[in-house]
């Protein structure tokens, strides 16, 4: 595995990824590590988007054997066969589903109550914290807002230009640093931009055959954003 030259802590994760430690989600991480030693026996993760709550969460997945819910299926299943055989759950982007349907509600209220009985674990992920949920169900609107909540914030320069170095390490790229930093003075701050950045990048420099340079990266950038040319 291609070593980082920044100060940024690496763990393993899915797809033979690393999940990077900063200070922006390192309480997060910290939580997930401290799993099956939680308070209770649920935790949600919450951030903006691209800040990397689901990558750590399918963290949490591989380590747990939870099983991963579709948020927008819950109600097609019975909750005591959602619950798996790990006795854990990992329910993504459930804020984005709850609008008033009580049939979901009331599925993942019967869902956290068989977790608790059975002494299983729930992750939540969301964009907030689901005390701030639209919940209409009062006791799942109780039973949620007293989860503990660990917020993730948006990465910092120093962990989107880690995430850069290592995805091109990963495609056995040496890049010079000139151009890491010219691309992260201009890009959007996310996890999935830096890897459709450099995906695109890749792809520019192999149908080209040219070297990875500013010149290229400000060509990739320039047409990913058509009208608004990149200096």
């Not at 030693?37 to 054997?65: E, F, I, M, N």
């Not at 299926?73 to 589903?97: K, W």
């Not at 964009?127 to 919940?135: G, L, N, T």
């Amino acid at each position: 595995m291609a070593q980082l030259t920044l100060d940024l802590g690496q763990r393993p994760a899915l797809d033979r990824e690393d999940f990077l430690v900063a200070p922006s989600n390192q309480t997060a991480v910290a939580w997930i590590d401290r799993w099956p030693d939680w308070p209770g026996a649920a935790l949600a993760l919450y951030g903006p988007p691209g800040c990397g709550k689901t990558h750590l969460a399918q963290v949490w997945r591989a380590a747990s054997g939870a099983r991963a819910i579709d948020p927008a299926a819950l109600a097609l299943t019975a909750p005591p066969e959602l619950l798996g055989p790990s006795g854990a759950v990992l329910l993504d982007g459930l804020d984005a589903v709850l609008d008033g349907d009580q049939d979901r509600e009331r599925t993942v209220l019967h869902l956290y109550n068989i977790v608790v009985e059975r002494g299983g674990h729930l992750l939540l992920a969301g964009r907030a914290a689901p005390a701030r949920w639209p919940i209409g169900l009062a006791d799942l609107r109780s039973r949620l807002s007293a989860v503990q909540a660990v917020e993730l914030g948006a990465p910092d320069d120093a962990l989107v230009e880690a995430v850069l170095v290592k995805l091109f390490a990963d495609r056995q790229l040496r890049v010079r640093a000139e151009v890491v930093r010219f691309l992260l003075a201009r890009m959007e701050r996310s996890f999935a931009a830096a890897r459709a950045l450099v995906d695109a990048i890749d792809r520019a420099a192999l149908e080209s055959r040219r070297e990875i340079t500013v010149p290229l990266a400000r060509e990739v950038l320039n047409d990913s954003r058509a009208g608004s040319p990149v200096e």
